[in-house]
């Protein structure tokens, strides 16, 4: 399921806070924080308390093959397999080569994404700047993935170094 009006929601809150965001689960904190930030506080994004402001639900659909690409800031979430066939989807990590510029002399040089954002914030250009240090963040599952990979490696230089018993 994807929500497009979503988009304008958090760009716009975004664009509010040129300090940068830290992901925290299905909310996002300003990066100044220091503290985690609880829903009362101002600032603070929920997924889950601001997709009650959407209109808009989509369920995707697509066949064994197909690639679906999203704007990065597209709500979404999995939907219900009622048919129970299992399905597969992966989100890989993307990083960019540049930050975005939303603030080109040339309108026909903006991507296609930076064309929705500005869309989204009801404007022509939108000279950004960035605040604060920008940090790399490492989602959880890549942590996770590359936690059990160093696992792995350990337990096949056990087997190398003294056996099947070792590995164990």
């Not at 639900?57 to 397999?81: C, I, R």
Request: net charge positive; charged share 30%.
């Amino acid at each position: 399921m994807i929500s497009p009006d979503g988009i304008d929601l958090i760009t716009n809150y975004l664009a509010a806070h040129p300090e940068g965001v830290l992901p925290t689960g299905l909310s996002f904190t300003p990066s100044t924080s220091e503290y985690e930030k609880k829903e009362d506080d101002p600032g603070y994004w929920s997924n889950l308390k601001e997709i009650k402001r959407c209109k808009q639900f989509v369920e995707m659909t697509g066949e064994p093959g197909d690639v679906v690409l999203m704007h990065p800031l597209m709500l979404h979430s999995a939907s219900k397999n009622c048919l129970r066939i299992p399905r597969v989807i992966t989100n890989p990590p993307v990083s960019l080569k540049e930050p975005f510029n939303f603030n080109r002399d040339d309108p026909a040089d903006y991507s296609i994404v930076e064309r929705k954002t500005l869309r989204a914030l009801g404007v022509e250009r939108f000279p950004f700047k960035i605040t604060t240090e920008r940090r790399r963040i490492v989602p959880a599952r890549i942590a996770i993935q590359q936690k059990m990979m160093e696992e792995e490696k350990k337990r096949l230089g056990n087997l190398k170094e003294g056996g099947a018993a070792n590995a164990l």
